[in-house]
């Protein structure tokens, strides 16, 4: 597999925030973006599990990425949204607290994630970067959903 950060490629990026915290995924991995649907859960699923919906006839399962990254978070309202995503080869809706922006970079612009996080941490962000005097986290998707998670998905 190559690195997806390779040196001198610009990339689209959609910005979004979870809390105070803003992170960010490849574009490409975006499908849509729609307002918050209640959520009917399934029994057994982990907490980061909020449920599924029906997406145009589709079953669609519903990730809150805040308790997936062990951020606080509340119910959902109306203010939230889901961002629809090709995950492992499945689309999946991210609950997220707002999307902000489309953001444009080039690699050299993201640096490493720090050797302090935690190997749980470096799984989900490929790197940081600031913008506009803001610290921006890179969201790896492959790795939203653990292996049992993503074929139950």
Do not use: Y
Request: glycine share 8%; charged share 20%.
């Amino acid at each position: 597999m190559t690195d997806p950060l390779q040196a001198g490629a610009v990339r689209e990026l959609i910005a979004f925030r979870i809390g105070d915290q803003e992170f960010c995924v490849d574009i490409m991995a975006v499908r849509e973006i729609r307002g918050w649907t209640p959520a009917t859960p399934l029994p057994r699923s982990p907490a980061f599990m909020k449920g599924v919906i029906n997406l145009r006839g589709a079953v669609l399962p519903i990730v809150d990425l805040g308790a997936r990254f062990g951020l606080r978070t509340g119910e959902p309202s109306a203010r939230h949204v889901i961002m629809v995503a090709h995950i492992a080869g499945r689309l999946v809706g991210l609950l997220v607290d707002a999307v902000s922006d489309i953001i444009q970079l080039t690699d050299e612009a993201v640096q490493p994630t720090p050797d302090v996080a935690s190997d749980q941490v470096r799984l989900f962000v490929k790197g940081i970067f600031a913008i506009d005097g803001r610290m921006v986290s890179l969201i790896d998707l492959d790795h939203i959903l653990p292996e049992s998670e993503a074929e139950a998905a």
